[in-house]
């Protein structure tokens, strides 16, 4: 397992739908400046860097992360970029843990920035179909680019199937429910592109279909943004905590896991996110955690659609297959609940800064432990096609 | 005369080389049109059998491993990397299979592929095959609503006339909506499927009562337009936007008229429409542009209709309005 690896440091700048004010370059800048001053520490002592930023398109150049390297600081140093899809920002966390665990390194940067709406449509004089294309160049090339992919119709894909094998459950009142929770959640979260929009399940059961079975309102938002996160080991970390006078968050479970893209015979099981489970099995094995509902109080899940994130809850333990409406209907996920869940509002909410957003859900639960003196946290990101790439990682308050 | 030649990127989705200057917060920021364009002579590889047999003999190839026996379709890989990669040979499947599951149906697109909404993608397994294969579903009896395809659905795979290759040269209708002849003909063409026409939807004769509802509902109508004209958010949605719309409803026309952010309603008829949309009632319009209720839903349960499916980008933007006004409300 390797060395103690603790979070110091952490930062997000504005999620916003838009950023005509500044690049990439500038908005990588803010998040890095914000995260050494959460730590205390100059950048000279930052040893490494690992980047999240999804898509190339989206930045449009590759090696999006080159230019950045001198601009925050970390010349001359180790700088390794991750593009994992949506789980971009998770895989970047456990990218740096590995490294400073292993002893290469002991102080590590994580940072993701995303610049997704500058992508613009001249044909209907509009972003999103535009931002939606380049995210659909992710899809399978040969078979599937071609016939329309997209995000949403992939991800539709697992929840349709669950839905086939499941009759009675994601109903579309729960997940309405669902999502006009998180934007009640979001208020607190100053950051978020959707602060100030509260919407009742009621508004989210009228919003237009966009994919089926998706409505508008339960989809996460393309955002644009960047977040950091500071890694340190175990001396270094509590010499920093000491100098805050901030507790340190440990990172004591990370887990990854990739399936199948291809659907069928020894292929992916359409019907469940083997990814989250695998992952969320890592994650807790290494962590120490027999069970998920009583040992964790906080879970940052990439919401990237409402029922995934519903199937995603279940196959991180906190819900049964089947019955995943119960995490609404028996209070689980509610306020009073056992289960505090998207505090940050999520990606629905604050806004989906791709290479960002699980560096986001870190940011937001590490303050969560901290501030509500709450002793475990999950971060969870998921990505690809049909939800195939799934990373979990748990979050310890030492102060707890 | 000369052949039409299919580009690659479509004229009008190229933009022209301009800028502008954003001021935001009494700062000026600078904008560009740009674009990051490559273009290929893609290699197919492996791949080729399959889509060579697409293209020119009508059949659909999977690849069947030597030692588990496996068929793959579509020939992802021609070694099994569930047996070491034992090596796997071509094998011809059918062009009848059945749904692997409910298939998603995509109503608000990518950029390319908005003319061609709703449509469906989803896993057909051929008969004769263990894995699913993607392809673009549809319905020849008008707008493809979620109920068509579920499940275990039996398809019948469908061959362009003009075909290029690709895994666009085939889709996947219901079979319940094709003969005994055509589910038994090997290599069934596009030109052989009767598609039910897009028909105006006949309106009931008018009534003095439905007279007097539009009258009503127009009224109401106008006022929620006008609180949307006062929008600045829901007016920067229909930025660069032109269409006239000729709206039918039982009880009397009238035309929307979206203007570059100005949007205007008027009784009346027209000749000059864009698109016509027939709503078995004005409420049905209405509500979608009070968010108290989806247009997009109202198309799909045929309450409202509309004469070009690529309009469903402009009933995406007056359904944007609908919710820019709300939240600009909160």
Known sequence: MGRKVGIVGASVTPFKGRWVEKTYYALAQDAVRAAVQDAGIPIKEVEAVVYGIYNDIFQRTCIPEHALQGLIGMQNKFGLR??????????????????VAAGRYDVMMVLGVEKATDCFDFLSMSATPEVIKTIGWSGDSFFEQPIGWTASDSYAEVVLAYMDTHPGDLKPEVTAQISALLSQQVKTNKFAQRQHDQVTPEEVLNSRIVVHPFKQLEICVYSEGAAAV??????????????????VVWITGVGESNEHSFAGKNQKIMNRIMSDYYAAQMAYKMAGIKNPLEDIQVVEVHDAFVHQLEITLAEMGFAQHGRCDALVEEGTI????????NPSGGLIYCGHAVGASNIMSAWSARNELVRRGLKRAAVHGTGSTVAQYGVVLVLENEAA | MAKKVQKVIPNAAVPPAEGRT????????????????????????????????????????????SKCGIVRVPP????????DFAPAKAVEVSDRGKMLFTPPITYFANSMFQEQVPFGRGRVVPDGADTGLSVNLYTTTGILVPGIFKKGTEVKLVFRNNRYGKITDIFG??????????????????????????VEPKMPAATKKAAAHFEKAFKNLKKVVDDLNKCERAKKDIEGWK???????????????????????KKGATTKQDFTMVANNLDTVLKGLAYEGSLTEAIMKADLWISKNIEFMTVFKLERMARSLARSRK
């Open chain 2, 76 to 83: 992802m890989a021609w070694f099994c990397p569930d047996c």
């Open chain 2, 22 to 65: 954003v001021t935001i917060e009494g700062e000026n920021y600078l904008e560009l049109n740009d674009a990051m364009h490559t273009f290929y002579r893609r290699s197919m590889g492996e791949l080729s059998p399959f889509f060579l047999a697409l293209r020119d003999d009508k059949k659909i190839i999977g690849a069947k491993c």
């Open chain 2, 173 to 198: 209708l219901p079979a319940s909506e094709l003969s005994e002849k055509q589910l038994a003909k090997k290599g069934l063409l596009e030109s052989e499927i009767d598609w039910e026409a897009a």
């Open chain 1, 230 to 247: 500071i890694v340190a080991e175990e001396e270094k970390a509590k010499a920093i905590a000491r100098n805050m006078g901030a507790p």
């Open chain 1, 334 to 341: 509610m306020p009073g609940g056992k289960l505090l869940v």
């Open chain 1, 82 to 99: 991750v593009s994992n899809g949506g789980a971009t920002g998770a895989y970047a966390l456990s990218a740096a843990h590995a490294y």
């Open chain 2, 243 to 265: 269409r006239t719309i000729l709206v039918k409803t039982p009880g009397g026309k009238f035309v929307i008229a979206i203007d570059n952010g100005d949007l205007s309603v």
